[in-house]
């Protein structure tokens, strides 16, 4: 839609013969004046060496002559020179006439590419916890978004399996003998915690952890049977939680997995000239003349022979490369990881197999709690996320009496609304602070008010055959006119989401949709219907409104319960 209204412009300049290319038309800073509005005039005065409100004024004057008039149903220019934009009601019918008949409401589609996507990226051995909600919820939405606008994706959790942690759980486990067999998830969660906190004050033991983990790599077959075994049961519980969190992913790879590829790609390395020794390491050297910090050389094989985390995602990088030829890689990994994968990607553009991969770092911030420092419970612990999928649950049982007969599905739906909107409606690089109380509200920027609204308006809408025909260029009011102007902004939402990696784009805009559309219930009255043409238009508006709220919501990973 906006490219028309573009085309109508860019008339309008090259009658005038102003320069026309590059125009640019935003959405209204001021919905009460008109939809959308041009602020070209100030650049194309500077550059004529004209006054702005003369230039604004020229082009009002040519778009209410041209041939692009019945576009719209207003045209002003405003001191100091912008050009406002009112809709006609025969253009936002037409659009949204379109809307309804094109596939995925006539949305724009960008070039298909294949992208590997990366996130998730939970530790083998250690339970999960609040810090792994934003790479699940954030990476599972931006792969949704990705899918939707034509992309092939490629999704890996991309494990940490192969870090201290496991040499540190390997050698609990022989110390208190325990047989492979008899390794589950409650041992894992206990020990893991005991053995991190006692290398931290014994530095012989955290040294012996190092060479446990180091045999480990290198193949030593009982550590590699008890690495098999912990691998089995750690995973098959992280399965469990992105289970209720319906995150899933096409591949299950791990740090572990990209072993395999190191030797071929050290022999790139060494062919390129890439590695070099520095203290008994060899390093790859990923400074540059202009760099403003110095960014140190990535470390690819440790003095001890061991490799290190930013190895196994070159070698990852590698790997994906011989099997899936991405054009782009994403991560969804902590902000705080943004050296480690600027050495990474900066090593990956020196390798001639993998230079012309696009790597991004799409950082996120850290979930917090009202100390603004990373959320913990009031015992002082990170809560783990099974205690917390209980308690909001039980906060919003609590709310209202109805919330008791509930079924345990809907209740879960709801569960994964209030914790992926309270995440996704902030931008992703922000932090956020947690708090179940207010998440699980039915009022304010909410999951359980999107689902609430939704609910409310799909029993309200007429049962009635129509065909898109019957649509008529009638707009009765102001709230189903501001509805009409919210979905045709659509595209440019989907636009955004899409180059920003922004799911929170897709939920703000679920908001605003719900507010106009709770705006529009409290003043309009669907039950007796008298005129025929009202009740079919509005039938289609709030068909195509509903139907966008389930697309995006799908797009949010945000299940709808069956009643609330
Ligand atoms: N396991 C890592 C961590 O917990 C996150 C993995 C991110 N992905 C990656 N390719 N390094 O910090």
């Known amino acids: 839609m906006l490219e028309q209204l573009q085309i109508s412009l860019k008339d309008a300049l090259e009658k005038l013969q102003l320069p026309s290319d590059n125009i640019k038309i935003i959405k209204s800073n001021r919905p009460d004046l008109c939809d959308y509005q041009y602020d070209g005039a100030f650049k194309l005065a500077k550059l004529m060496h004209k006054n702005p409100l003369e230039i604004g004024e020229s082009i009002t004057e040519e778009l209410k002559q041209g041939p692009y008039k019945e576009y719209y149903q207003n045209i002003s220019c405003i001191a100091p020179g912008f050009v406002n934009l009112t809709l006609s009601n025969k253009f936002i019918i037409d659009q949204i006439k379109l809307m309804i008949t094109k596939p995925k409401y006539n949305i724009t589609m960008p070039k298909k590419e294949t992208i590997v996507i990366d996130y998730g990226g939970a530790n083998v051995a250690k339970p999960l916890h609040v810090g792994h909600l934003r790479p699940a919820i954030v990476g599972e939405s931006i792969k949704r978004i990705l899918k939707y606008m034509n992309q092939s994706v490629i999704s890996d959790v991309h494990l940490g399996d192969y870090g201290l942690q496991m040499g540190q759980v ?196 850290t979930i917090n709690g009202e100390d603004k420092k990373p959320f913990k419970t009031r015992s002082g612990n990170t809560p783990k996320l099974d205690a917390l999928f209980k308690e909001a649950k039980e906060i919003f049982i609590k709310q209202k009496e109805e919330n008791k007969n509930l079924s345990d599905q809907d209740l879960d739906k709801i569960v994964n609304a209030i914790i992926k909107f309270a995440d996704l409606i902030n931008q992703k690089e922000k932090d956020y602070i947690f708090d179940l109380l207010k998440f699980s509200l039915v009022n304010g920027k909410t999951g359980p008010y999107i689902l609430y609204t939704y609910l409310r308006v799909k029993k309200i809408i007429p049962n009635i055959t129509q065909t898109v025909d019957n649509l008529k260029e009638n707009i009765y009011n102001e709230q189903d006119r501001d509805i009409y102007i919210k979905l045709l902004d659509l595209d440019n939402i989907m636009q955004n989401a899409f180059l920003g990696r922004s799911p929170s784009s897709i939920a703000n805009y679920l908001y605003e949709l719900c507010v106009l559309l709770n705006a529009f219930y409290e003043k309009n009255h669907m039950n007796n219907l008298e005129d025929k043409e009202k009740k079919v238009n509005w039938s289609h508006l709030l068909n195509l409104a509903t139907n966008i709220i389930e697309t995006l919501l799908d797009l949010l990973d945000i299940q709808i319960p069956s009643k609330m």
């Open 170 to 365: 390997i050698k609990g486990l022989l110390e208190q003998n325990i047989a492979i067999s008899n390794i589950d998830i409650k041992l894992l969660d206990n020990l893991y915690p005991l053995m991190s906190s006692r290398c931290k004050i014994d530095e012989e033991l955290k040294k012996e952890c190092s060479m446990i983990t180091k045999e480990l790599q290198d193949g030593n077959e009982l550590y590699q049977k008890y690495f098999q075994k912990i691998l089995e049961v750690s995973k098959k519980d992280i399965k469990r939680i992105y289970d209720y969190l319906n995150v899933s992913f096409d591949l299950w790879n791990g740090e572990s997995d990209s072993y395999k590829y190191i030797p071929s790609l050290t022999n790139e390395l060494l062919a390129n000239n890439l590695l070099k020794e520095s203290n008994h390491a060899m390093v790859i050297d990923v400074s540059k003349d202009d760099d403003k910090l110095q960014i140190p050389p990535l470390i690819y094989q440790a003095s001890n022979k061991a490799y290190l985390y930013g190895t196994t995602d070159l070698a990852t990088i590698f790997a994906r490369q011989q099997n899936y030829h991405p054009n782009k890689i994403l991560y969804v990994v902590d902000m705080r990881q943004n050296l480690h994968f600027t050495q990474v990607f900066r090593a990956s553009q020196k390798l001639p197999s993998t230079k012309n991969i696009e790597l991004e770092f799409l950082g996120f911030g």
